[in-house]
């Protein structure tokens, strides 16, 4: 059961204090989504805030950094963008958990409760549903939310590049370039621009790729030390499981990361070809159809041959079926 | 002096034998207005065709080369896409060069004359315009037709990326989509999968950039000794030059191809604090603020030379003014 955006409107418009939450390891479309609704809440006279994120870096840092909820904030509403399940809700949003009043989210998966509820499914990015929301509410797209709404559709449908990309996701961002947003130069920064340790990141993952059955299989190991050397931090590593699927003819991507305590993790990417999900799985791992992960206890080279196994089963399971 | 879209429908509707030419190096847009406007047409009863264009990649194949003329094809009207200049002209369109009927392009530096002569400049890509003038005859947006629009749209503006990207060229995109384009697969295929070729070349590319300035400027020389011993074509090399803007800092990025015959292209690109057709101008060439190119009959490293003087030489000038 899903609400519709006017009953978030109704909802949002009741209300005088809000407070807004955003999800852990905060990505554009919380943050979009949370500052864009901050910034029309106020336009209409509301007092509105974002409860800060200790997790935001700095390339979503201005849109809702300064729109944090000073501590002594007391909301009547508390509304959640983007945030699929309660394991996502950042510890200091713990006294709210029981007391959501709005969840405005777009994953099929979500799971929480409130008493106003909207979530499409259908949206490639929650923006989508959050412009909604504020046309119900009266609020003029200014060049601020713009940029907000902007930010979100951008990365969460890889710049309009992905099959998620929906119709409403490109007319919505029409608009926010109709009003003053300079998506070149956001686009070129968020998704053109590679930092210095990400470029020699990029560097060694691509020297050190391994290709397996008839590069069918890419592999890379991300080793602490070439982090710690190349000085790459969490917004440098952004999507770089991503880049060993981009070589024609491999269909099944992973990247294996060291992590600082010695072991590993795994993303795997897939093709159509292949179930992301299924190789993980027998690492004890999930995930989705092209797109999976697991955590091993063990060194990224044991965790090597151990994913190269569960993919290389996989495969002969498929070819016996 | 610019006609409007319904002109140019007005034009092709009165005509029964229409030809469609395309420029030379066909990119995305002028074979996907090429092939949208032959299928509008055709869908509205006329005989339709497209010139064969020798230069046509694999990439847009699928656009064009059904569609070409046969031999023995005489049009009653001849339109052109996405021409700026005659010298873009094939070579086999030199009998219609003197009687073009409906020009229809979006460079501002368009030189071509015809009676029926539309060029918006406002356009991302010239697809913008060919969808106006589909609307104006009436022709109904299929999945084929949009592919060929929508193809259009992405290359022209590095999948809505660009600067260029305008809130037409968004709800254009928007409209295909609905007319069943599959828009995540065709981007994948254009802008995410790297061939084998490519990738090597990117490899070769990235391992040995250099940098110079502190940074300010990032210079890359193509040998064709890697371009033999990687296979790349044209399609491989497709936009290499925009690899070296891509780096944080870099507001100079200079690559130098060595020609078959020994002699040196250069592209420079550059970000919006240098004038890149001032720097190709100290060698000769020209282009626009932010990418230029020329032709040197030396060798790549006297290339080099050259050319990193040039652009020291700008830097220097426009500290001292």
């Known amino acids: 059961m899903t609400g519709t955006a006017s009953e978030a409107a109704r909802a949002l418009l009741a209300a005088d204090n809000i407070l807004i939450l955003t999800h852990r390891r905060p990505d554009g479309d919380t943050t979009g989504c949370a500052g864009a609704l901050c910034r029309g809440l106020r336009q209409l006279g509301k007092t509105a805030y974002i409860l800060e994120n200790v997790e935001l870096t700095r390339r979503y840092e201005g849109l809702i950094a300064p729109c944090y909820a000073p501590a002594d904030?007391?909301?009547?509403?508390?509304?959640?963008?983007?945030?699929?399940?309660?394991?996502?809700?950042?510890?200091?949003?713990?006294?709210?958990?029981?007391?959501?009043?709005?969840?405005?989210?777009?994953?099929?998966?979500?799971?929480?409760?409130?008493?106003?509820?909207?979530?499409?499914?259908?949206?490639?990015?929650?923006?989508?549903?959050?412009?909604?929301?504020?046309?119900?509410?009266?609020?003029?797209?200014?060049?601020?939310i713009a940029e907000c709404l902007y930010i979100a559709l951008s990365t969460d449908t890889g710049c309009f590049r992905y099959s998620n990309t929906t119709p409403d996701t490109l007319r919505i961002a029409a608009r926010c370039l109709e009003a003053g947003v300079d998506g070149g130069e956001i686009n070129r920064r968020l998704f053109e621009v590679k930092s210095w340790p990400r470029f020699q990141m990029e560097r060694i993952i691509f020297d050190t790729m391994e290709f397996l059955m008839d590069g069918k299989i890419a592999l890379v190991i991300i080793r602490r030390a070439d982090i710690n050397r190349t000085g790459a931090d969490m917004d440098d590593l952004d999507?770089?499981?991503?880049?060993?699927?981009?070589i024609e003819g491999v269909q099944v991507g992973i990247t294996i990361t060291e992590n600082t305590d010695g072991t590993s993790k795994i993303s795997v990417r897939t093709t159509k070809e292949v179930d992301a999900s299924a190789i993980c799985a027998k690492c004890g791992g999930g995930g989705?159809?092209?797109?999976?992960?697991?955590?091993?206890?063990?060194?990224?080279?044991?965790?090597?041959?151990?994913?190269?196994?569960?993919?290389?089963?996989?495969?002969?399971?498929?070819e016996l079926a």
């Open 73 to 144: 904030f007391v909301p009547d509403c508390v509304v959640t963008t983007d945030i699929a399940d309660y394991g996502l809700l950042t510890d200091n949003a713990e006294p709210y958990r029981d007391r959501l009043d709005v969840v405005l989210d777009h994953h099929r998966s979500n799971a929480m409760a409130a008493p106003v509820r909207v979530v499409r499914e259908t949206a490639g990015a929650c923006a989508e549903l959050i412009a909604d929301v504020l046309d119900e509410m009266g609020v003029t797209l200014t060049a601020d």
């Open 239 to 246: 999507s770089i499981a991503s880049l060993t699927r981009q």
């Open 288 to 318: 989705h159809l092209r797109a999976g992960g697991a955590s091993l206890s063990c060194g990224p080279d044991a965790a090597r041959d151990q994913i190269v196994d569960a993919a290389r089963q996989v495969y002969a399971e498929s």
